[in-house]
């Protein structure tokens, strides 16, 4: 069972950053963490992952301008966002899923990012 517990949420100029956090209860090496965000009235959409490996992946929207990355020792991972737009305004919740015979699949409650001048 991971629990995970996401930080750094808050409101930011457009053009500003912030860095989210995601912290784990026990080891995520093993799993494939996420970012995901969701806007009002939209569907959750991807953003960002990482496998255990370190490979990334990110939405279209947000590439060049987010990078996620992870700390195995910390079981934490990180989704630093840079140049951030309006558009960008969601609730941002990580993802974590482990691969296997049985397919676990593990969301944390999600922190508000508001882009507003």
């Known amino acids: 069972q991971v629990q995970l517990v996401e930080s750094g949420g808050g409101l930011v100029q457009p053009g500003g950053s912030l860095r989210l956090s995601c912290a784990a209860t026990g080891s995520i090496v093993s799993h494939t963490m996420g970012w995901y965000r969701q806007a009002p009235g939209k569907q959750r959409e991807l953003v960002a992952t990482i496998l255990s490996g370190g490979s990334t992946d990110y939405a279209d929207s947000v590439k060049g301008r987010f990078t996620i990355s992870r700390d195995n020792a910390k079981n934490t991972v990180f989704l630093q966002m840079n140049s951030l737009k309006p558009e960008d305004t969601a609730v941002y919740y990580c993802?974590?899923?482990?691969?296997?015979?049985?397919?676990?699949?593990?969301w944390g409650q999600g922190t508000q990012v508001t882009v507003s001048s």
């Open positions: 993802n974590a899923v482990r691969w296997g015979g049985v397919v676990l699949s593990y």
